[in-house]
């Protein structure tokens, strides 16, 4: 099976600097690329002369993870790609057994590693942790991670288990099923675009495991950090998005709570005196507005193939009903 480590970078070549050298000491059984989305610092030079064996794609733009990886991964001919960020250390033998799991079971389409905290390796990263989940309100979750509340690895998600999604930090998946769903979303830009993808895969059938014996260690924030009101208006309108286009059931009472949801978040963040991300979140439901049309169109497009995944409210059993592990939910 031939595998391809395909990294997005953007101005990142102290990370490339950082985090490549384990990349390449423990991906024999790959082809590594670096997709150079129209940087302007030196990461073009530094890879040609400290990695000549590593491919090199040029986008002409910049178009965020979604286009990024969209553009890019027209032009690389494999059997499984493996979206890697440029702030990601590898553990030795880290692809065997996700290749495993790929060559045994057809029908499963993506797959996530064990995500650790590359600042605290004893501990989950919080974009990812032992695997994705996502709640009734489109509001997603990880093992290991709920809201701001990350465990520490114990061992208790050790095992080979179905997920919802998988976290584009380190994001497995079969080129035909990437080709076959159009890939990402483009309008999504960065952020929740993994999750959309791994929605339409599952209303189509496939299946989306997590694999521990494969680790990785994410440092996180490293294009946009958790206190970017950017990422805060990213992840609240993508996640509109997202849920638009993909759940079933009536639509309305659904939208409605959730930005009712939105609408507390925001009065937090007041409290909070966080007054960028309180406008952070209005400025996502106007865009939500402006683009409800055509991610209504989108809906009607797949309607006989939406599921609805969860009955849980990770919001109310996280801050109402103090459940604050994936296993009290």
Excluded at 275 to 299: C, E, G, N, T
Aim: charged share 20%; net charge positive; proline share 3%.
């Amino acid at each position: 099976m031939k595998i391809a480590v395909v990294i997005l970078n953007w101005n990142g070549k102290k990370l490339l600097e950082q985090f490549l050298p384990s990349v390449v000491e423990h991906s024999k059984e790959a082809t590594i690329y670096v997709v150079d989305n129209a940087s302007t610092d030196d990461s073009i030079n530094f890879l040609n002369s400290k990695y000549p064996s590593i491919k090199i794609i040029n986008n002409t733009v910049n178009g965020g993870f979604a286009k990024g990886y969209n553009d890019a991964l027209k032009h690389i001919e494999t059997d499984v790609y493996c979206l890697l960020n440029s702030d990601v250390e590898v553990a030795e033998n880290w692809l065997s057994p996700i290749i495993n799991v790929f060559e045994k079971e057809p029908s499963t389409a993506i797959i996530q590693p064990k995500i650790l905290d590359y600042k605290n390796k004893d501990y989950f990263e919080y974009a990812g942790a032992a695997g994705g989940f996502i709640d009734k309100y489109g509001f997603p979750y990880c093992r290991g991670r709920l809201f701001d509340t990350v465990e520490q690895d114990l061992g208790q998600y050790d095992d080979i288990t179905d997920i919802f999604w998988a976290s584009g930090a380190c994001f497995f998946i079969r080129s035909e099923v990437f080709k076959k769903l159009n890939g990402f979303d483009e309008h999504f830009f960065a952020h929740i675009e993994e999750i959309d993808l791994c929605w339409r895969a599952k209303n189509s059938g496939y299946n989306i495991k997590y694999v521990y014996q494969s680790k990785v260690y994410h440092l996180g924030g490293a294009t946009l950090s958790k206190a970017s009101s950017k990422k805060t208006y990213l992840n609240f309108r993508n996640s509109l998005f997202t849920l638009i286009k993909n759940a079933r059931g009536p639509l309305f009472p659904l939208m409605f709570f959730r930005l009712f949801l939105d609408g507390l978040a925001s009065i937090k963040f007041l409290f909070d005196l966080k007054l960028s991300h309180a406008l952070a979140i209005l400025k996502s439901h106007v865009s939500f507005y402006w683009y409800l049309p055509y991610f209504l169109k989108q809906r009607q497009f797949q309607k006989n193939k939406i599921k609805y995944f969860s009955k849980t409210s990770v919001v109310i059993d996280y801050f109402v009903n103090k459940k604050t592990t994936y296993k009290c939910l």
